[in-house]
Nanobody
Framework: VQLQASGGGLVQAGSSLRLSCAASGRTFSSYAMSWFRQAPGKEREFIAAISRGSVTTYYANSVKGQFTISRDYANNTVYLQMNSLKPEDIAVYYC??????????????WGQGTQVTVSS
């Protein structure tokens, strides 16, 4: 499966952004989908995941209550709604796909990343 992330940009602190990750192919529903981010000088970190059937979602403590992951099977797209953005949310955001959710970077497929910048 090929993944294409989009929706990043420059916003002011307190604003919202919605990231999208479009998946190609007919097997989108077979994969759990996750979002990661990598801030400058830091390792890539897991932030959110959604199971294949959207039954289960997982969030890192750092974004719980602030970010929401969802998926649209008709459009083969997974979203990350980000609210109340803060400067510490500045990072490149990546989507990833795997058969089963893990909270590490051991994923089979990755999108190219989209930059999110938050001005204070």
């Amino acid at each position: 499966v090929q993944l294409q992330a989009s929706g990043g940009g420059l916003v002011q602190a307190g604003s919202s952004l919605r990231l999208s990750c479009a998946a190609s192919g007919r097997t989108f529903s077979s994969y759990a989908m996750s979002w990661f981010r990598q801030a400058p000088g830091k390792e890539r970190e897991f932030i959110a995941a959604i199971s294949r059937g959207s039954v289960t979602t997982y969030y890192a403590n750092s974004v719980k209550g602030q970010f929401t992951i969802s998926r649209d099977y008709a459009n083969n797209t997974v979203y990350l709604q980000m609210n109340s953005l803060k400067p510490e949310d500045i990072a490149v955001y990546y989507c990833a796909a795997r058969l089963r959710i893990v909270a590490n970077t051991d994923y089979d497929y990755w999108g190219q990343g989209t930059q999110v910048t938050v001005s204070s």
